[in-house]
């Protein structure tokens, strides 16, 4: 329950997949400092980020490598261009990111610049596509199955689960003949829906072992401080503040599931009632809403788009 009687928000970021062609372009043409968040990041990765975000080709952005630091740029951009920061007198109580949008947790709450996170991201995003060639496999998205079912045929096929994202949602990962087995286990089972998910590899799995190490690499020479907002991890559905955890958080995610559906649980029942998703698409606040109806979830897109822009 709400302490004191108040209500409180939590932040919440997507993660590869909510991206599309044309994002952002409403909130870079009315806010100066989402201007800012896109000039820095065209600098920083020494090509015009801005325009693959505006203009496409969709194929390009698509890619892992370039859809990562595209979706923590366009959230970051939504968090600042909104002044939505934890500068601002509404402070949320917790950050939450799905994947990937855990990075831009992490420069909502100050534990790492927007330069070092978006760097970071371009670099886990190169990575995460060259294991996924070294190591061909895919993500299942299986619908209408419970946990109990879904680890069963894990268990039985091979592979793992990768996001447990809300009931009767649950994303597997694994090699490209195994997840081939596990889907038909699943329609077996009764699964509503089998759906291949448009992904360069079996992330959150340990076919990323080798994007792992080179993560290892990638975050020692970075300066993760403590988070001013607890961040409700992926992996364990818990609060962590600790600099040194936070980055020890991004290695496990990678090989590890996602725990969307429990990490929701845990804000609401410390007192969350409010859920407002910054970045790009509408995923995050669907889920939300299918974990529990008596809370409020908005997206920070769809409300700037109801002021004008059109998709």
Same mark, same amino acid.
């Given at each position: 329950?709400?302490?004191?009687?108040?209500?409180?928000? %939590?932040?919440?970021?997507?993660?590869?997949?909510?991206?599309?062609?044309? /994002?952002?372009?409403?909130?870079?043409?009315?806010?100066?400092?989402?201007?800012?968040?896109?000039?820095?990041?065209?600098?920083?990765?020494?090509?015009?980020?801005?325009?693959?975000?505006?203009?496409?080709?969709?194929?390009?952005?698509?890619?892992?490598?370039?859809?990562? +630091?595209?979706?923590?740029?366009?959230?970051?951009?939504?968090?600042?261009?909104? @002044?939505?920061? +934890?500068?601002?007198?509404?402070?949320?109580?917790?950050?939450?990111?799905?994947?990937?949008?855990?990075?831009?947790?992490?420069?909502?709450?100050?534990?790492?610049?927007?330069?070092?996170?978006?760097?970071?991201?371009?670099?886990?995003?190169?990575?995460?596509?060259? %294991?996924?060639?070294?190591?061909?496999?895919?993500?299942?998205?299986?619908?209408?199955?419970?946990?109990?079912?879904?680890?069963?045929?894990?268990?039985?096929?091979?592979?793992?689960?990768?996001?447990?994202?809300?009931?009767?949602?649950?994303?597997?990962?694994?090699?490209?003949?195994?997840? %081939?087995?596990?889907?038909?286990?699943?329609?077996?089972?009764?699964?509503?829906?089998?759906?291949?998910?448009?992904?360069?590899? %079996?992330?959150?799995?340990?076919?990323?072992?080798?994007?792992?190490?080179?993560?290892?690499?990638?975050?020692?020479?970075?300066?993760?401080?403590?988070?001013?907002?607890?961040?409700?991890?992926?992996?364990?559905?818990?609060?962590?503040?600790?600099?040194?955890?936070?980055?020890?958080?991004?290695? @496990?995610?990678?090989?590890?599931?996602?725990?969307?559906?429990?990490?929701?649980?845990? /804000?609401?029942?410390?007192?969350?009632?409010?859920?407002?998703?910054?970045?790009?698409?509408?995923?995050?606040?669907?889920?939300?809403?299918?974990?529990?109806?008596?809370?409020?979830?908005?997206?920070?897109?769809?409300?700037?788009?109801?002021?004008?822009?059109?998709?």
């Amino acid at each position: 329950m709400p302490m004191n009687g108040q209500e409180r928000t %939590a932040y919440v970021f997507p993660g590869q997949g909510s991206q599309w062609v044309g /994002m952002a372009r409403d909130i870079h043409a009315a806010a100066p400092h989402a201007r800012d968040v896109f000039e820095e990041a065209d600098s920083a990765l020494g090509f015009r980020l801005s325009r693959l975000c505006f203009e496409g080709p969709e194929d390009v952005l698509r890619q892992t490598v370039n859809a990562q +630091p595209a979706i923590l740029t366009v959230s970051i951009a939504y968090l600042r261009g909104n @002044e939505l920061s +934890p500068a601002s007198t509404d402070i949320p109580a917790f950050v939450a990111g799905h994947s990937l949008g855990e990075y831009t947790a992490l420069v909502a709450a100050g534990v790492l610049t927007f330069k070092d996170a978006l760097l970071l991201a371009r670099e886990r995003g190169r990575l995460m596509q060259e %294991a996924g060639e070294k190591h061909p496999g895919g993500m299942l998205a299986l619908i209408g199955l419970d946990e109990t079912a879904v680890r069963d045929i894990c268990d039985t096929s091979g592979i793992q689960i990768a996001n447990i994202n809300c009931p009767g949602q649950i994303a597997v990962s694994g090699a490209t003949d195994p997840l %081939a087995r596990a889907a038909e286990l699943a329609r077996a089972r009764g699964a509503q829906r089998v759906v291949p998910l448009q992904v360069s590899g %079996a992330f959150h799995s340990r076919l990323m072992e080798s994007a792992g190490q080179g993560m290892a690499l990638a975050t020692s020479g970075l300066d993760f401080r403590d988070a001013t907002i607890p961040i409700v991890a992926n992996t364990t559905a818990l609060p962590i503040t600790d600099g040194g955890a936070v980055r020890s958080e991004l290695l @496990e995610q990678l090989l590890n599931c996602v725990q969307w559906q429990k990490s929701v649980e845990y /804000m609401i029942s410390h007192g969350v009632t409010n859920f407002i998703e910054i970045g790009p698409g509408q995923v995050l606040t669907g889920l939300i809403k299918r974990i529990n109806r008596d809370v409020t979830a908005i997206s920070m897109e769809k409300k700037d788009s109801q002021k004008g822009s059109a998709r």
